[in-house]
């Protein structure tokens, strides 16, 4: 059965493969009110990836239990997109508590501590993109998304297969981002922690 990080995955592929243009059919299909499709264009002119990318979220936000991958796929269909709605179909997303069962962390804050702080799944498409592309260059020595997704707790049979796909940081970040403490903060802490002062300095202006 699907779960948030299904979804949130399945937000960020749809938001990297259709037009905004269907993007706005797609989510009035979804029960979504002009009004807010207006108020999303006039917030981001010019920046249709970041307006199908708000859309999206915003009839997450609106629908919240009732938000589901099936009635994704089902609008896809219903919009005439079946290619598209056979690879939602695909999404699969590895459970977080098993990704911690052959790990040994060290104690992290308590949830109480990123209650308050920004949620990662909000971060706007630009600067998840450009944060993406900055970590997505592999290095020898492996500091990089990899190191970022070891820290986060995923371990290597979730890396290997983030690997496979054409953004490995975007995968890391859409199954972390249904944690409770998936904040801005915590990432940015582990990528100063990492050394990775090029990829924080992106996050930084969102503290």
């Known amino acids: 059965m699907a779960d948030s990080r299904d979804l949130q995955r399945a937000i960020g592929l749809i938001s990297r493969k259709i037009t905004v243009s269907d993007c706005k059919f797609l989510v009035r ?48 269909i219903e919009n005439e997109n079946k290619d598209l709605a056979e690879e939602l179909a695909k999404v699969e997303v590895v459970s977080l508590s098993s990704q911690f069962d052959d790990l040994t962390v060290d104690a992290e804050p308590s949830a109480d501590t990123w209650e308050n702080c920004p949620k990662m799944k909000d971060v706007g498409f630009k600067v998840r993109n450009n944060l993406c592309m900055t ?15 070891e820290k986060l707790g995923f371990n290597m049979i979730s890396i290997q297969t983030f690997q496979r796909s054409n953004s490995p940081m975007d995968e890391v970040l859409t199954s972390w981002c249904a944690d409770v403490n998936a904040t801005v903060e915590k990432l940015y802490t582990i990528l100063n922690e990492l050394g990775l002062t090029a990829a924080a300095e992106i996050l930084k202006p969102l503290l």
Do not use: F
């Open 135 to 149: 970590l997505n260059i592999e290095v020898k020595t492996g500091n990089d998304w990899r190191a970022v997704a």
């Open 29 to 76: 299909e979804l029960g979504m009110e002009e009004q807010d499709i207006d108020d999303i264009e006039h917030n981001y002119p010019g920046n249709t990836r970041e307006q199908i990318y708000k859309m999206l979220l915003k009839w997450r936000r609106i629908q919240g239990k009732s938000a589901t991958l099936e009635k994704l796929r089902l609008a896809l």
